[in-house]
């Protein structure tokens, strides 16, 4: 990688993503998932969540005080170094309540307003994913070892072999348009899989651990660092036919399953406006 800027933003992007994975691994309360007669165990997450973003927010702007940054849990500034990092510091939130572990920690970096630098980090399968816009996808730790891997998505089954990932919605009327969609879907794939965070189905697209990848209503933290990650890895994404992926509609997939998948959602109506 050549530019000495890139270079910096992604080691950030990944000390920051590995600190605040490691204080919601170790801060997690063993009795969360069934503490059900404690006030609240969502309080507890949305502590965890909000002091995981403060880690990374605080971290960044000591290293590089004049960017700029948009958070899930509120961090919003403009500032005036062109850069700007968006943060989901707890992605898989309702799997974290419960103990699964298909959770991470998403940070990425536009510079300009383009995407420049994308790090997911999924603490419990102690794997980290990144991507520098124009140098490819890499994953480092669990299954790729310390030395770690370049990601390259799966060759392209026809859309009946395809296994693709979804999400459903907090909200029920929205999850009941998506049930009818994956109605449709599910005959028409290999199968269906919902893992709960979509930063780990984006990168599981990159990584070749799923062919392809959609949901409605996601935010701009959600998606940031793994669309980067999942196009540096060769696979596609996009929203609606034509536009990028954003809260109406996220599609990633290898080339080959993205356009018969994009297409039939739009077919099914699968986005919201
Ligand atoms: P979260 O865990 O940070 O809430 C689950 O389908 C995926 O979609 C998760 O990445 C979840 O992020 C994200 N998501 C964002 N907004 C959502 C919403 N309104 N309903 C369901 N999931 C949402
Ligand atoms: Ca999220």
Known sequence: MTDPLLSELLGLAQ???HRAGALLRDGRPADLGVAATKSSPVDVVTEMDIAAEQLITGFLSEHR????FLGEEGASSEGSSGIRWVIDPLDGTVNYLYGLPTWAVSIAAERDGERVVGV???P???ETYHAVLGGGAYAKGGAYGDGGAALRCRPAPPLDQALVSTGFNYVADVRAHQADVARVLIPRLR???????????LCDVAAGRLDGYYER???PWDLAAGDLIAREAGALTGGRPGMPADGGLTVAASPGVFEPLQSLLEELGAWHD
């Not at 005080?65 to 700029?68: H, R, V």
């Open 15 to 17: 000390d920051a993503a």
């Open 65 to 68: 005080p004049q960017d700029g």
């Open 120 to 122: 997911v980090e999924v």
């Open 124 to 126: 419990m399968r102690r």
């Open 191 to 201: 199968d269906i899989r919902r893992g709960g965070s979509a930063a780990i189905d």
């Open 217 to 219: 209503g996601l935010h």
